[in-house]
């Protein structure tokens, strides 16, 4: 996540000339176009649209989202122009990071739900691209020698077919086989499935 904001905010560095920080709200830094901006604590409530300017140490403050946090970006200056830019520029980070996340095939999503990886909002959002996502289902973790992998994953995968259920490989010896156990179908359980 750190290289790809890392990566979005030199894009705009490029385009705009402004230097860009950004914090996690724990006040990391995360990703800065210029060793430049120190941290500084909001007071709670400060925030007008996601946006703060404190003049006394003349930077703007802005608030965007990711599909894993919510971080706090900053740049110079703490005059209306300023404030514009941080719109301008909380936007467009945000709408890169949520673009790359749309770009997201179906496996990949799997894999980032079933890892913890995806945020509640990913996860909805990903729902909404993947609607087979929001069904009720059950995840079997299978775990085979190196050389067997490729085997057992074409299996699973053959098993799925054109069905709602998946298969992928989740770690190097770790097939997770995602088990649609909406409606009727020949297995009473996920013991009765693995059972097989």
Not at 36 to 62: L, W
Not at 93 to 107: A, G, H, V, W
Not at 167 to 193: H, K, M, P, T, W
């Amino acid at each position: 996540m750190e290289s790809s904001i890392k990566n979005i905010i030199d894009d705009i560095k490029e385009k705009t000339g402004i230097d860009i920080t950004i914090f996690d709200m724990l006040g990391g830094r995360v990703a800065a176009t210029k060793d430049i901006h120190n941290y500084i604590k909001v007071p709670s409530g400060s925030f007008t649209d996601n946006i703060y300017c404190d003049k006394s140490e003349n930077v703007c403050c802005f608030l965007f989202n990711s599909p894993y946090n919510i971080f706090m970006g900053m740049i110079n200056g703490s005059d209306s122009t300023a404030k514009n830019y941080a719109f301008m520029i909380s936007a467009m980070i945000e709408n890169s990071i949520m673009q790359k996340e749309e770009n997201t095939d179906k496996k990949e999503a799997i894999k980032k739900i079933i890892s913890g990886q995806a945020s509640d909002l990913m996860i909805k959002r990903l729902v909404k691209k993947f609607p087979v996502l929001g069904l009720p289902c059950f995840v079997l973790a299978i775990s085979c020698n190196g050389k067997d992998v490729d085997d057992v994953l074409n299996y699973l995968e053959q098993l799925a077919g054109d069905s709602k259920d998946s298969a992928l490989l989740f770690e190097e010896n770790i097939i997770a086989y995602i088990r649609n156990n909406e409606g009727e179908n020949d297995y009473q359980s996920a013991v009765d499935f693995a059972e097989m």
